[in-house]
């Protein structure tokens, strides 16, 4: 095919080499740093962020607060539909997460086809009707599978769907681990994430399927505290500049000093550019806000404020006080881990019944997990988050 796979390290300048060296830094940082006990529970919760922010990027009109109620069924059928995609995406990453895609065979067409898939599975049928052109004609997708017809996508008419799989070739040995050491991979997962876009091999689904396959890229490139950090969310924070960066990567080539490629280098650079400067934002913002010292304040400013007077939501619910010694359980469990009622109790200094109604009502908030006489474990409650991590939606 005759696009250029990605701007190569001899080609990109040197702030740019040092952004990506800084990126795989602090990314190796936050994977030692994080407390042992927040990793699950702050990845689980990173895929309801990922899933909003991608989702958003498309259209989505669901609130952070509709996200974080799921437990709760919008009687607005626009609402109800719009969370039923954000749940469907949060649980495809769920499902990826139990049964990895072997990072030799992360960008393979099955690979892609299978992301794909698990975003749309639990959807119901009826949100999978296309209209496919402007006289209304409508197709119903079916999820996984690559397009059989021509597309075009604002100004963009991706390859036909002839070509299509010629393409999915190139790019499946274009952006093979394998062939990328270094800093490589990460300006591979630049380009593969703006060429997968381009060749569009989706009816439908083809953004959401990009990022979910950018992030499995990074992880599988090396970057093991990516999990911890969210690509999705520095796209979709800004999505005007999201798409102006692939826009300039859609460009063709302008002449013999743009590259050999169907497609301008300098576009792809400007692209890369970006995508590196959003992954080290993001990487920085999520060291900083799971700084040890910053964070233990938070939470006993959290808890200081829950002991002392009733505490309002964003949906403007009240929830009652917290005795001060939940902060003390909260701590605890974030710096030892997984304890049992009793160890809790005998630690605390407390009763058995007193122990049992604080541990219930932390539970029934999702502070932590706690079900009959398993382990108690840390949790990160909704009403909780915005406190800890703010701004984190």
Same mark, same amino acid.
């Given at each position: 095919? !005759?696009?250029?796979?990605?701007?190569?390290? *001899?080609?990109?300048?040197?702030?740019?080499?040092?952004?990506?060296? *800084?990126?795989?830094?602090?990314?190796?940082? #936050?994977?030692?740093?994080?407390?042992?006990?927040?990793?699950?529970?702050? %990845?689980?919760?990173?895929?309801?962020?990922?899933?909003?922010?991608? +989702?958003?990027?498309?259209?989505?009109? &669901?609130?952070? &607060?509709?996200?974080?109620?799921?437990? @709760?069924?919008?009687? *607005?059928?626009?609402?109800?539909?719009?969370? =039923?995609?954000? $749940?469907?995406?949060?649980?495809?990453?769920?499902?990826?997460?139990d049964d990895p895609i072997a990072d030799s065979l992360i960008c393979t067409r099955d690979a892609v086809a299978r992301m794909h898939r698990e975003l749309y599975k639990g959807i119901p049928d009826v949100l999978l009707d296309m209209k496919v052109n402007d006289d209304g004609e409508s197709i119903r997708m079916v999820p996984g599978q690559f397009r059989d017809r021509g597309v075009r996508v604002g100004k963009? %008419?991706?390859?036909?769907?002839?070509?299509?799989?010629?393409?999915?070739?190139?790019?499946?040995?274009?952006?093979?681990?394998?062939?990328?050491?270094?800093?490589?991979?990460?300006? !591979? &997962?630049? !380009?593969?994430?703006?060429?997968?876009?381009?060749?569009?091999?989706?009816?439908?689904? +083809?953004?959401?399927?990009?990022?979910?396959?950018?992030?499995?890229?990074?992880?599988?490139?090396?970057?093991?505290?990516?999990?911890?950090?969210?690509?999705?969310?520095?796209?979709?924070? +800004?999505?005007?500049?999201?798409?102006?960066?692939?826009?300039? !990567?859609?460009?063709?080539?302008?002449?013999?000093?743009?590259?050999?490629?169907?497609?301008?280098?300098?576009?792809?650079?400007?692209?890369?550019?970006?995508?590196?400067?959003?992954?080290?934002?993001?990487?920085?913002?999520?060291?900083?806000?799971?700084?040890?010292?910053?964070?233990?304040?938070?939470?006993?400013?959290?808890?200081?404020?829950?002991?002392? @007077? &009733?505490?309002?939501?964003?949906?403007?619910?009240?929830?009652?006080?917290?005795?001060?010694?939940?902060? @003390?359980?909260? $701590?605890?469990?974030?710096?030892?881990? *997984?304890?049992? +009622?009793?160890?809790?109790?005998?630690?605390?200094?407390?009763?058995?019944?007193?122990?049992?109604?604080?541990?219930?009502?932390?539970?029934? =908030?999702?502070?932590?997990?706690?079900?009959?006489? $398993?382990?108690?474990?840390?949790?990160?409650?909704?009403?909780?988050? @915005?406190? #800890?991590?703010?701004?984190?939606?």
């Amino acid at each position: 095919m !005759a696009l250029t796979p990605l701007i190569t390290q *001899d080609r990109i300048p040197g702030d740019l080499q040092d952004m990506v060296v *800084d990126t795989m830094r602090l990314d190796a940082a #936050l994977r030692i740093n994080v407390p042992p006990p927040l990793r699950l529970p702050l %990845i689980e919760h990173l895929h309801k962020v990922n899933s909003y922010y991608s +989702n958003k990027i498309e259209g989505n009109s &669901a609130l952070p &607060a509709d996200v974080l109620s799921t437990h @709760e069924m919008p009687t *607005d059928v626009k609402v109800a539909s719009e969370l =039923e995609e954000i $749940k469907c995406h949060i649980e495809a990453q769920k499902r990826l997460a139990d049964d990895p895609i072997a990072d030799s065979l992360i960008c393979t067409r099955d690979a892609v086809a299978r992301m794909h898939r698990e975003l749309y599975k639990g959807i119901p049928d009826v949100l999978l009707d296309m209209k496919v052109n402007d006289d209304g004609e409508s197709i119903r997708m079916v999820p996984g599978q690559f397009r059989d017809r021509g597309v075009r996508v604002g100004k963009h %008419i991706p390859p036909t769907a002839e070509k299509l799989m010629s393409y999915m070739n190139w790019f499946e040995t274009a952006y093979r681990l394998d062939r990328h050491h270094g800093i490589s991979p990460i300006l !591979a &997962a630049a !380009a593969a994430h703006h060429r997968l876009m381009w060749i569009h091999p989706f009816v439908d689904g +083809n953004g959401r399927t990009g990022r979910l396959f950018t992030d499995q890229y990074l992880k599988a490139s090396g970057l093991g505290g990516s999990d911890l950090w969210s690509m999705s969310r520095g796209f979709g924070r +800004n999505a005007e500049a999201y798409y102006a960066a692939l826009n300039a !990567a859609d460009h063709v080539r302008k002449g013999d000093l743009d590259g050999r490629g169907e497609l301008s280098d300098a576009g792809l650079l400007k692209f890369t550019r970006y995508f590196v400067e959003t992954a080290l934002d993001q990487v920085n913002y999520f060291s900083s806000i799971l700084e040890p010292r910053m964070l233990n304040q938070r939470i006993d400013n959290y808890f200081q404020q829950r002991h002392q @007077e &009733a505490f309002y939501t964003i949906k403007g619910e009240v929830l009652p006080e917290f005795s001060i010694k939940a902060c @003390e359980i909260y $701590k605890d469990l974030l710096c030892h881990g *997984d304890q049992s +009622n009793v160890a809790i109790q005998i630690k605390m200094g407390l009763s058995e019944s007193t122990t049992r109604t604080l541990l219930s009502q932390m539970a029934d =908030e999702g502070l932590i997990k706690w079900e009959g006489l $398993k382990s108690v474990s840390l949790s990160l409650s909704p009403y909780s988050i @915005e406190f #800890l991590f703010p701004s984190l939606w």
